[in-house]
């Protein structure tokens, strides 16, 4: 294969005059930028007000976003939301109508292909598919970003070597994508995305594909990797699961709008929007089935309360200090306690009969003074 219809795998740029020169450029560009003052922007992407339409179809409304150096930022979002548009945006595969789209400080929107070429080797990808080359080897895949950016072959081995070396596969540099694993070839695909040190790891869907364990030790390559290296993420995905175990902060988009954004502790204690609430149910402790399913609005038999809190340190143990406090006085029916980014998210349902008024006021009491919110979920009768 020659380095053009390498770039055109890559990258899919679309003319062939542009990948020669993406070709002859990208070299001298990637020189630049690592000596460029940008390198010390806080943001290395910045979205202001970033909007696309197709047709009727609003795919993005006024979004406005950043990425900030050395964080992990999760773009959660349903089927449809936005957010292969969002990344066609960002790589320059899309334009939008309106807003201004910032990489490292420089503005990528209305560039030329060529230009929009050196802007994408500052931005990693990793995709859901792994796209690797199958009649390439491992080591070949690696090295192909190091090719176009013109490392001569001494130093695309030792920068391969390296690579390999930090995901864990030089014992499978020889060999071809088909003898992987999926989480191996996952690792090739990071691998591949960090060889010309990008200011920016895109992480589309990276782990859609993997079973549950792969997926842990993927995030957990990925999250070794932020804090070793300070590489900045941003990892697209509809599970929150994958947010929870990484990322330091989240927005959720929603018919093309960013409707929720902040510390992932922070959204996962108080979700503000219906869709951020169903996104986490899986995450969150439900009434058990049987129980649900005798809930009434009359006031009768148990009152069933919904408990959530979040706080630091030894705040944390909020419900054994009720359990100490309050003997005997509630029942414990589900929940516990999660920890999020040094932060305790604690919640549970409890009950109480409703002919103990003195206990519900009391457990009602106690749990408002120490911050927690409560909200009544409904009754049971007691001899049902
Ligand atoms: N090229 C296009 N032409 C017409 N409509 C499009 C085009 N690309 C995206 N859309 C529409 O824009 C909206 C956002 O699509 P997008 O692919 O960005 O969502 P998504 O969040 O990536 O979804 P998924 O998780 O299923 O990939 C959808 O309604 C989609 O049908």
């Not at 009727?56 to 999760?74: C, F, M, N």
């Not at 009768?300 to 003997?327: C, D, F, K, N, W």
Request: net charge neutral.
């Amino acid at each position: 294969m020659t380095i053009i219809s390498e770039i055109d795998a890559h990258f899919t740029a679309t003319s062939a005059d542009d990948k020669k020169a993406a070709a002859a450029g990208v070299n001298a560009f990637v020189r630049a930028e690592r000596t460029s003052a940008a390198d010390d922007a806080e943001d290395v992407v910045r979205l202001h007000r970033v909007s696309r339409r197709f047709g009727t179809t609003q795919a993005l409304k006024d979004v406005s976003l950043t990425v900030r150096r050395g964080e992990i930022l999760g773009l959660i979002g349903r089927s449809g939301a936005g957010k292969s548009t969002l990344i066609r945006c960002l790589n320059g595969l899309e334009q939008p109508d309106d807003g201004v789209i910032e990489i490292e400080g420089h503005a990528i929107t209305g560039l030329s292909e060529k230009a929009l070429q050196s802007v994408r080797s500052r931005v990693g990808m990793v995709f859901q598919h792994f796209n690797l080359l199958s009649a390439k080897t491992v080591e070949q895949n690696v090295a192909l970003p190091l090719k176009i950016a013109g490392y001569d072959k001494a130093r695309r081995q030792a920068r391969v070597a390296e690579l390999l070396a930090l995901v864990g596969l030089e014992d499978k540099a020889k060999n071809y994508p088909a003898a992987l694993s999926g989480g191996q070839k996952q690792r090739v695909g990071i691998a591949r995305a960090l060889a010309a040190s990008p200011a920016l790891l895109l992480c589309d869907e990276a782990t859609s594909a993997l079973d549950p364990e792969t997926t842990r030790s993927i995030l957990a390559l990925l999250q070794s990797l932020n804090q070793t290296l300070g590489i900045t993420i941003l990892l697209i995905t509809h599970e929150m699961e994958v947010i929870k175990k990484i990322a330091h902060r989240v927005a959720v988009i929603n018919g093309g709008e960013i409707i929720e954004e902040g510390p992932v502790w922070q959204v996962f204690a108080h979700p503000q929007s219906q869709l951020t609430r169903t996104l986490l149910q899986g995450l969150l402790p439900q009434l058990p089935e049987a129980l649900a399913e005798r809930l009434t609005p009359v006031r009768q038999g148990e009152a069933i309360y919904s408990v959530h809190y979040a706080g630091q340190g030894r705040q944390g143990e909020i419900l054994t200090l009720m359990a100490a406090e309050l003997p005997g006085q509630f029942r414990l029916i589900q929940g516990g306690v999660d920890h999020i980014q040094h932060y305790a998210i604690v919640r549970f349902f409890f009950s109480v009969p409703v002919d103990n008024a003195a206990s519900e006021q009391a457990v009602l009491h106690w749990l408002e003074q120490h911050q927690a919110t409560v909200e009544l979920t409904g009754y049971v009768s007691s001899n049902a």
